[in-house]
């Protein structure tokens, strides 16, 4: 296994065009050292990583933190057992402490945020504030890997932090199955985004570019913001990831109804069925089967609680007989794709707990499950050479990272 890992502050899009990549080694002699007395009244600093599963006697243990009445004012305090319910592993903590044990200041980040619970002792007794906390900044790093028995056994001993290791398994899935298609010697490169915070990472942020060579086919992907101004992932050759429509609002269901006609349940005759009903529990996630805004939300006759989207090119999509709506939706409101909107029920005309699912083209109801829908953005000739332009910044750093991999072997 193998792990390359660089850093830089640099801007995306900074990098020149005609990178040369060359090895320089040049041997220098060691440093003059010299011996100062220290002051033995002076205090520690320690920097100090959460871990999972952390408590605030486990991380006073670790710092050698010798001082009772600090750790019951930070644990007894709202302030402090706020901080101490939202501990994130990864975030740093900061602790100033006497030769003795005695605590003198401690930072304690809140969640991922920027904020932080400070306690610092004085002559008059503790103090514990709550500050805005430093400036994050954001860095941008690249890490390389080979596969040598497992996805996340590679990423792990390429020190690819967990979010950005779930997120490439994510990307990738769209053409490699994890679980039988990986080959022992199959490479990936990532670039993300990583948080630090008073030189500490924080965590890690968003994939900006990734190559994954699996049986020796090549699949690439970069960040970047397309036509409907939403930053998608994008192939080489400027195809989105992202489905232009997902065929089903429900992850886990069966279809109880298809499209056409049939004899109505509950009236008995023969209509036309404008949709396709997915049977499933009551109180099952419904999703936005693509992005949208709400058209209509609330009680429509036989459909009972029911949500219609309105997307581009004059399609819509209803969601009819829900059991309840997420939380917040209101008309004109924007969703997004895979979005919770709302909950499998049976309201309005209805015998069981299922989704009855339309779309409609001008109007005009349309079978879900064999109607050719739009794909998600795609770029014409001026925008895909923008595409090329824009983002060979990235395609420069697999370059460099498939450099280091081979110089390395």
Known sequence: MLGVVAATAVAPGSLPSDLLVARVVEHLPAPAVTRA??????????????????????????????????????????????????????????????????????????????AQVVLERGDGGFALRESSGSAQTSMVEMRSGTITHSLFGATDDAGLPDNVATQ?????????????????????????????????????????????????????????????????????????????????????????????????PIHGSWRNHNGTDFSAPTGTPVMATSDATIEFIGTQRGFGNLIVLKHRNDITTHYAHLNGFAKGLAKGQAVNQGELIGYVGCTGWCTGPHLHYEVRLKDVPADPMTVALPMADSFNDKELAAFKRNTAHLRQRFALLNYELADAR
């Open 168 to 264: 490439l398994a994510t990307i990738f899935g769209t053409w490699i199955d994890f679980h039988t298609d990986l080959r022992k010697g199959d490479r990936f490169n990532v670039v993300y985004e990583a948080i630090y915070e008073e030189g500490n990472p924080v965590r890690a942020g968003r994939i900006l570019a990734a190559e994954f060579i699996n049986n020796g086919e090549r699949h690439a992907v970069v960040l970047y913001r397309g036509p409907s101004g939403k930053e998608q992932y994008y192939s080489d050759d400027g195809t989105s990831l992202q489905q232009g429509f997902l065929r089903s609002p429900l992850e886990f269901s069966r279809v109880s109804s298809n499209f056409g006609r049939r004899l109505h």
């Open 37 to 114: 007395d220290t002051d033995a009244s002076l205090p520690f600093v320690h920097y100090e990583r959460i871990q999972a599963g952390d408590t605030l006697q486990a991380m006073f243990n670790r710092l050698r933190i010798d001082d009772a009445a600090a750790l019951a004012q930070l644990s007894g305090s709202d302030a402090g057992r706020k901080a101490l319910r939202q501990l994130r592993a990864g975030r740093s903590v900061t602790a100033v402490v006497s030769l003795e044990g005695r605590l003198l200041s401690f930072s304690l980040p809140i969640g991922n945020s920027s």
